[in-house]
């Protein structure tokens, strides 16, 4: 994606909202992760991927893409990065998640609106309540009540 002066802030709202995914990918073997990459074995990957989002995201929202990349050299932490697909309500995002030993990162490489807006920061909008949209909410226990 050309960066622009929205870039920046569009790339840490998508951060913001996969980032548990990300903290769940982490907890498998990069071992795994890489062996799959390596094999092609995509179906295993979207799997892997689509059990993570299902604990936070709505069903299809966050999503495997078309592959990715691994870095596995002697003496060095494995880097695996993975092609993801968002797609909350009338956005698609395209990004590589950067999934390192202590941390991941996204790099966004397109974002596509379904019906743009004129204005840039309106579609920044757009984007974080999309996404914010498609996340579960989590209730607060104390809250619910009970008759009997």
Known sequence: MRKCAYSAEREKIVAEAICPVATELRMLDAADLVSLLR??????????????????FLPGTVNFGAGGDYRL???????????MELRPPGVTVYA?????????????????FNEPHADPEDNTALLRESLRAARYMRGDAGSSETTH
């Open 39 to 56: 094999f092609e074995c995509y179906g295993n990957l979207a799997d892997l991927v689509s059990s993570a989002a299902e604990l936070y």
């Open 73 to 83: 050299d002697w003496g060095l932490e494995p880097e695996v990065t993975l092609d």
């Open 96 to 112: 590589k998640l950067l999934l390192q030993k202590d941390r991941a990162g996204v790099e966004v490489t397109h974002v596509a």
